[in-house]
């Protein structure tokens, strides 16, 4: 076998390899992503209830409290980034982490310093390689997070936010998230949104009955406020992180079927390169043997 | 005119029924819930709910970090984690 031919060869195995993985890797994307809607559609009860509580609330007391109080003078606001542990996943990570820097240069035209708190291992490893201060970073369950992760970042998130900005240096007046909404298996749209400080929108579809009744308060307005707010805060970063674990297969899913697609093509085509070797060779072959026999019934009829 | 109850975590419903009456521990106390019941909203300390059922078997969920708001017959308990 000649050397080209070889090296065709080698180069289609190799091929084929790369292939099987990321055929294997897009059909597991593709079962995550199914498992991970239903996880944003799990959620969505809880959800709807934290809202009808908060904007009953809201509407039915003028209590004030801190997550909904705005600063005067804001001069500094947390930017949350919600990206991927791992690759393979086209451009979901740069793409969130470039809304995220956007953010912070608009914040920054208004005067307001950002700091970064980054979910995921690739928005971290941007920061950390850019030497950029990271005021807080949590990794190791982009593709599966729980209530209980939604809940560590919101109380930190929370602290932060309660704490006076002017004195505090950890101390922010707004927090942004910076995530990638699921809209669709091939719509997929990185998102900034402000949190803090609350605006509570009395629920956007009123219910059929016309006005909602007066609520009694159990123990007292500002109890039940100060108890259901933090948890509000929490429903919608873990509704944030669901969205952007689904975005996460679905980018992956995507990437991978692009990638299998390529692999077939040059599969295609590394095949019809060693087809026009091996042909070449054997064509090469049969006119030495040719020549050859030529050379000799020449050199025997001149002995002769 | 049964109570319409729903009991829901973060992660998922937990319980969807009816019910004839809902008895759980707000900071205040005990609190039972009946049918024709004003609208309310409270916060509930760790600790369990118990429903009773249209037939009168009750059942008991464990809440934490949870919540109970009433409106018009629709009771929704909504719990950091419940089980």
Not at chain 1, 50 to 64: G, Q, Y
């Amino acid at each position: 076998m000649g050397a080209q031919l070889r090296i065709y060869r080698r180069r289609m195995r190799s091929v084929k390899a790369t292939k099987k993985i990321t055929k294997a890797m897009e059909l597991i994307s593709a079962s995550r992503i199914v498992k991970a809607q239903t996880r944003v559609q799990a959620s969505t009860p809880y959800a709807t209830e934290l809202t009808r509580a908060v904007s009953a609330v809201a509407s039915f007391s003028s209590t004030k409290h801190p997550l909904t109080t705005e600063s005067d003078k804001p001069i500094r606001a947390a930017v949350l980034i919600i990206s991927a542990d791992r690759g393979m996943a086209g451009a979901y990570s740069s793409s969130v982490i470039k809304e995220g820097d956007q953010l912070v240069s608009l914040l920054r035209n208004r005067g307001i310093d950002a700091n970064a708190y980054l979910v995921g291992r690739k928005a971290i490893n941007y920061y950390r390689f850019r030497n950029r201060a990271i005021s807080g970073q949590w990794s190791g369950f982009s593709d599966n997070p729980t209530y209980e992760h939604a809940k560590e970042i919101a109380d930190s998130l929370i602290n932060a936010f309660i704490a006076d900005a002017q004195t505090d240096k950890n101390g922010v007046d707004e927090l942004h998230i910076v995530y990638t909404e699921f809209r669709s298996m091939v719509t997929q749209e990185p998102m900034a949104k402000r949190m803090l400080p609350l605006e509570v929108v009395e629920s956007s579809a009123p219910p059929p009955s016309g006005a909602l009744p007066l609520y009694e308060f159990e123990p007292s307005a500002a109890s039940v406020l100060d108890a259901l707010l933090p948890r509000y805060v929490e429903a919608r970063i873990y509704n944030a992180m669901l969205q952007a674990a689904a975005s996460e297969h679905a980018a992956r899913r995507r990437a991978m079927k692009s990638a299998t697609d390529n692999a077939d093509e040059l599969i295609k085509s590394l095949t019809r390169l060693a087809n026009a070797a091996r042909q070449a060779e054997i064509t090469q072959e049969i006119s030495e043997i040719v020549g050859g026999a030529d050379a000799l019934a020449s050199a025997n009829a001149g002995s002769e | 005119m049964p109570l319409n109850v729903e009991i829901v975590s973060p992660e998922k419903r937990i319980f969807s029924g009816e019910a004839s009456m809902v008895s759980a521990r707000t900071l205040d106390g005990d609190l039972g819930i009946l049918p024709g019941h004003t609208s309310l909203l409270g916060v509930l300390v760790d600790g369990e709910v118990s429903i009773k059922a249209l037939d009168g078997t009750a059942t008991t969920f464990t809440v934490h970090g949870g919540f109970l708001s009433v409106n018009k017959d629709r009771v929704s308990i909504l719990g950091e984690s419940a089980e």
